[in-house]
């Protein structure tokens, strides 16, 4: 079974700093996706970024890019430069294929929170 | 381009009553899965439906049933609430299996 670990349960950052959430994961299927999502208090969750098993760089979204180091089954998100806004939980998951079928396998989530 | 919608946004039911919410997906997206958001476990996967077949669900009980019509909108139904049913659920809709998925705002279900 595949399985996401978010081991950061909450971090506070100063405003315009980077920040990294880390993710890592476990799966024997070579063909995965990698997935992150914010999910502010009003419960919608967001889509941030996706990386594929076999892209070959690291994806990137305006100020988000996720740091992808396959050997290591890592899939940290970085944002850089922090703004309040920017405070939520924040999801790593992964696309689990059965049968051509689409189920995504979540983290606990890290409650971010941008202080001023 | 108009998002996923999923109505309504909050419900409050008794133990022993059904519900059933509803999700339309972004135009053209014909996969549409559901998922339950509670403290305790988390975000789980309730089911997927893919041109109106359920192609995979999740670890719950029989009480939790869906569909999906030919304009892809879905439907979830619970039936027999029990107090646990309580959560977020949400749905998301992707254009096929292998891209991403893109979630609505989600329903918040309080059983009381």
């Known amino acids: 079974a595949q399985k996401i670990t978010q081991t950061q349960p909450g971090m506070f950052v100063q405003e315009k700093e980077a920040v990294t959430l880390d993710c890592t994961y476990d799966?024997?299927?070579?063909?995965?996706?990698l997935f992150w999502y914010k999910q502010p208090s009003s419960g919608e969750m967001i889509f941030l970024i996706y990386?594929?098993?076999?892209?070959?760089q690291n994806a990137t979204e305006g100020r988000y890019s996720l740091n992808f180091q396959k050997a290591r089954k890592s899939a940290n998100l970085v944002i850089s430069a922090s703004q309040l806004g920017d405070s939520a939980m924040y999801f790593c998951?992964?696309?689990?294929?059965?049968?051509?079928?689409?189920?995504?396998?979540f983290g606990q989530g890290t409650r971010l929170t941008i202080n001023p | 381009k108009a998002g996923v919608t999923q109505t309504p946004r909050y419900l409050i039911k008794t133990r022993g009553q059904q519900v059933t919410l509803s999700c339309s997906p972004i135009?053209?997206?014909?996969?549409v899965s559901w998922y339950q958001q509670t403290p305790g476990q988390g975000l789980q996967f309730l089911f997927e439906?893919?041109?109106?077949?359920?192609?995979n669900k999740g670890n719950f009980p029989g009480r939790f049933s869906g569909r999906q019509f030919s304009n892809s909108r879905s439907e979830m139904n619970v039936s027999t609430l029990e107090l646990g049913d309580s959560a977020l659920y949400l749905c998301?809709?992707?254009?096929?299996?292998?891209?991403?998925?893109?979630f609505g705002q989600g329903t918040r279900l309080t059983v009381v």
């Open positions: 998301a809709s992707s254009p096929d299996p292998n891209t991403e998925a893109f």
């Open positions: 799966t024997s299927d070579p063909s995965y996706g």
């Open positions: 990386q594929g098993s076999y892209d070959q």
């Open positions: 998951a992964m696309r689990e294929r059965l049968q051509g079928a689409q189920k995504l396998v």
């Open positions: 135009s053209g997206h014909r996969s």
């Open positions: 439906y893919f041109s109106e077949t359920q192609r």
